[in-house]
Nanobody, 122 residues
């Protein structure tokens, strides 16, 4: 069974930085896209950043210029670094993997991590 395990959330002061990590556990042969989403209270889940299998990235306007998504393709892992954190970055952050090839080249469309809370407050 393939799962995504996230780490790195917590309480951060405004202006600080945070690094979130996510790794796929289980037998994973290939993952096409890996991304980070977030969901603030009372709001819909939104894309923060994504990187595809060839390394192309897309960032939400709200974090562009102060965040970096990176992948370890060998470990099927993805990190998200966010700098200059703002109170409006407060949310539960979710890791997402799309088009996962597992045992026998079986395709899993999409899997989600359990979420990690990020709170930006003084």
């Amino acid at each position: 069974q393939v799962q995504l395990v996230e780490s790195g959330g917590g309480l951060v002061q405004p202006g600080g930085s945070l690094r979130l990590s996510c790794a796929a556990s289980g037998i994973v042969l290939r993952v096409d896209d890996m991304a980070w989403y977030r969901q603030a209270p009372g709001k819909q889940r939104e894309l923060v950043a994504t990187m595809n299998i060839v390394g192309s990235t897309v960032y939400a306007d709200s974090v562009k210029g102060r965040s970096t998504i990176s992948r370890d393709f060998a470990k099927n892992a993805v990190d998200l670094q966010i700098d200059s954190l703002k109170p409006e970055d407060t949310a539960v952050y979710y890791c997402n993997a799309v088009a996962i090839r597992t045992t026998g080249w079986k395709l899993l469309d999409s899997i989600w991590g359990q979420g990690t809370q990020v709170t930006v407050s003084a």
